[in-house]
């Protein structure tokens, strides 16, 4: 039996012991609702029919007499005072009591029984005695001798006075009788509240008593040895006592801790693992760091050095076209000028490969920019004599003005330089807010981007066209798709667009203007970024 209760969960006992606190209070509950309408149903009667009813048998009395009164002065003295006003009055007000006696007394049988045979006595003496006496009057005149009635007729009207007496003394047994019920009642309303409050407080110290043996001892006992776990001593086996959703939790926190044991052996030997990685790591970053300074001190100085070397091949190749063209012979001329192009094209290379390499290394410093005013800027530049370049309301960005300046150039002059054929131009710049960032666009009505072609046409050097087709060097996207990194943001070829060339890029909403180290100035032979064009793609 103890074992059996032992393996009761703690929801169980409390259930029960609610449950029994329960039943307890309910009983009481329906006793005392019991009690209390009994009690107050004594109490109506009591206060409502039995009381009044004991005032009137007072009442009856006193209007009994004032008849008898009324009644023999009237006969000696003949005054109508006692006929009208007080026999008469009284007869009145005893039809009027006895209507209230009859409506109170309704569930009394008995005692309204006893009130009605008093009014027949009642009835009985007037019709036999009071109304022969007051009409002798009006025939024989008042009689003093005749108003002194005889001793059987007194004899008679005691005894109307007695069971008017009696009737006074079984309604006042029966008044008595409800104040005991009542008394009781409310005795007993007041045990079984007494009762009801010994039950809850039972309730709570039993309560109390289970928490405190079932609940509260063994998670302190828990928690110690968790604790202990938690110190460092990842070994110590968790045990715990109390009832079984306590042991299943113990079961479990120790169950938590062989895992928890197990995989930190896990990961001391992974760390160790990843601290010789991140040393090796570490020592290639440094490599990899220090070969890109490298490479990009390389490309700076093979770009700047190769500057001068190929100026001057430009240079003496454009003057052996203006000197001797019409000279030599075709050939001759041919090679001439494919030389000065092929000098001018590596000119253009470098040139663009340079400014690639300065975007976000060699900087001005991030300041606001009125895109309204750049974008009217390379308009009043590159307005084309056939169709024109509108825009929106566009924003107030934080950037490089020379870098947002060249982004938009390049692609507002790749829009003119891509146009379609004997069709007027038409360019459209325009910006939407998209929660923290700025969206803007540059739409046109030209030959249009392939969806197979969206992603290469941001890749250096990159073309879709021959040189012969649309000029340029094919870095003009690759370094637009530079500068909008470098702010931040993204840019991409909407493909939905099928009316010419939709590109779309993001810049972050402004915020304050923050310093930007600068880097150092530009010398002689360097060039700001240039407005280069789109990387071209095969005509539709």
């Known amino acids: 039996m103890t074992t059996r209760l032992q393996r009761l969960s703690l929801g169980s006992r409390i259930t029960a012991l609610t449950a029994g606190a329960a039943v307890l ?12 309408t009994s009690t107050r149903a ?25 008849q008898q009164t009324g009644a ?54 007037r019709s036999e005695i009071a109304e022969p006496l007051i009409n002798a009057v009006a025939v024989d005149g008042p ?57 809850v407080i039972a309730t709570g110290i039993l309560l109390a008593m289970l928490l405190s043996r079932l609940v509260t001892r063994p998670v302190i006992e828990l928690a110690a040895e968790v604790r202990q776990v938690a110190e ?45 990685a991140n040393r090796l790591l570490e020592q290639q970053t440094e490599e990899l760091t220090r070969s890109n300074r490298d490479l990009e001190q390389f490309a700076y100085v093979a770009s700047h050095d190769l500057q001068e070397p190929l100026r001057k091949v430009a240079s003496f190749c454009q003057l052996l076209q203006r000197r001797y063209a019409g000279q030599l012979d075709e050939r001759a001329d041919q090679y001439i000028y494919f030389a000065v192009d092929g000098a001018q094209r590596m000119q253009r290379l470098i040139n663009d490969l340079l400014a ?50 060249a982004l938009l150039t390049n692609l507002i002059g790749n829009s003119v330089k891509f146009r379609k054929p004997d069709v007027p131009i038409k360019i ?36 879709l066209h021959s ?15 530079k500068i909008i990194e470098y702010h931040g943001g993204r840019i991409w070829v909407d493909t939905a667009y099928e009316d010419g060339t939709l590109i779309r890029f993001t810049l972050p909403v402004r915020e304050p203007a923050v310093s930007v180290p600068v880097g150092p100035e530009l010398s002689a032979d360097d060039h700001p970024v240039p407005a280069l064009s789109r990387a071209e793609e095969p005509a539709q």
Do not use: C
């Open 25 to 36: 209070l309910s009983m009481i509950a329906v006793t005392a609702a019991l009690t209390a």
């Open 42 to 66: 004594d109490t109506v009667h009591l206060t409502e029919r039995i009381s009044p009813a004991y005032a009137a048998a007072d009442r009856l009395l006193a209007l009994a007499l004032a």
């Open 72 to 125: 023999t002065q009237y006969t000696a003295s003949g005054l109508d005072y006692y006929k009208n006003t007080l026999y008469t009055r009284a007869h009145e007000q005893e039809i009027a009591l006895a209507r209230d006696v009859e409506k109170w007394l309704e569930n009394e049988r008995a005692l309204l029984g006893q009130f009605q045979a008093i009014r027949r006595d009642l009835d009985s003496w």
């Open 143 to 199: 009689d003093p001798e005749r108003g002194a009635l005889p001793q059987a007729v007194q004899t008679r009207f005691s005894g109307i006075l007695q069971a008017i007496a009696r009737f006074k003394s079984n309604v006042t047994t029966v008044r008595d009788e409800l104040r005991d019920q009542v008394q009781n009642s409310s005795n007993l309303l007041v045990w079984l509240l007494f009762s009801a409050a010994v039950v």
């Open 232 to 276: 460092g001593d990842y070994e110590h086996e968790i045990s715990g006592g109390g009832p079984p959703e306590l042991e299943n939790l113990a079961r479990d926190v120790n169950a938590m801790r062989q895992k928890i044991a197990a995989d930190l052996t896990e990961v001391r030997l992974a760390r160790s693992k990843i601290e010789e």
């Open 356 to 405: 690639f390499s300065r975007i976000g290394r060699m900087t001005t410093g991030f300041v606001d920019v009125d895109l309204n005013r750049v974008v009217d800027d390379i308009i009043g530049q590159r307005e084309p004599t056939s169709g024109k370049i509108t825009r929106g309301d566009l924003p107030v960005v934080n950037g490089e003005e020379p870098l947002l300046s």
């Open 428 to 463: 459209h710049v325009d910006a939407e807010r998209r929660d923290d960032e700025w969206e803007l666009s540059v739409r046109d009505n030209g030959i249009g981007i392939g969806a197979e072609f969206v992603d290469k046409v941001f890749v250096i050097f990159q073309r």
């Open 467 to 481: 040189k012969e087709a649309y000029p340029g060097t094919g870095i003009g996207l690759a370094i637009s798709k």
